[in-house]
């Protein structure tokens, strides 16, 4: 059963977009929220990351969105770049907990 | 760069054999997890290792077995390799136990034949 559930499977946007990845989670006893991006090749690399006491975060171009009563998130990428075109995937984790659920991962491509 | 290494990058083996690859995790940090992750998926937890002992594991056979050492470096081993134990192999380091950040490292390649 996938405990972290991501969509769109793959986004194709032209440079300047603002490409929008959502995730969605059942289990309440989650409480951080990441986000990491992965180029071929490469091991995930940590984005941003939220706890549910927020309702957005941003840092730089990427913005994280959490709706906790709809149990969902979303990454927003402002002005959206070439050099974005990776695999981005959501996680989430429980407060006592020592693993990261992971989504399917988004294939995002920014076309110039 | 995480500063998480693993070694080798790259792997080619039989089925039947064994392996075993190698993380050393961000200096100061004292907790490794290590994933699984097979072409076009999310990664998968296989275990977490906090001060030399197993602190965890997901849904992985007996045939995968990790060890930390006390530098915090970390080594998966997996036995009786089979076709579907291809996948890229990822180490994290967390700078404790608990809800902390988790860094990975480029992860290990491996092919089973």
């Known amino acids: 059963q996938q405990q972290v559930k991501q969509s769109p499977q793959s986004l194709i946007v032209q440079k300047g977009g603002i490409p929008i990845i959502n995730c969605a989670y059942e289990n309440t006893a989650f409480d951080y929220f990441p986000w990491y991006q992965q180029f071929p090749g490469k091991g995930p690399a940590l984005l941003i990351a939220?706890?549910?006491?927020?309702s957005e975060k941003k840092e730089g171009r990427f913005t994280i969105s959490f709706n906790k009563s709809a149990k969902q998130f979303s990454l927003h990428i402002m002005d959206s770049q070439p050099g974005d075109s990776a695999t981005y995937f959501c996680a989430a984790r429980r407060n006592t907990g020592n693993q990261f659920y992971f989504g399917t991962g988004t294939s995002l491509t920014v076309i110039p | 760069e995480t500063g998480v290494t693993q070694s080798p990058t790259h792997l080619i083996k039989t089925r039947g054999q064994q392996v075993t690859l190698r993380c050393s995790s961000q200096s100061g940090h004292n907790t490794v997890s290590w994933y699984q992750q097979a072409l076009g998926q999310g990664p998968q937890f296989i275990f977490q290792?906090?001060?030399?002992?197993?602190?965890g594991r997901g849904n992985f056979p007996p045939r995968f077995s990790g060890l930390q050492f006390p530098n915090y470096s970390s080594e998966l081993n997996v036995n009786a390799l089979e076709l579907d134990d291809s996948a890229l192999y990822l180490c994290?380091?967390?700078?404790?136990?608990?809800?902390?950040?988790?860094?990975f490292g480029q992860g290990t390649r491996l092919t089973v034949v």
């Open positions: 939220i706890r549910p006491d927020v």
């Open positions: 290792y906090y001060r030399e002992e197993e602190n």
């Open positions: 994290a380091s967390s700078l404790d136990v608990g809800n902390t950040e988790a860094f």
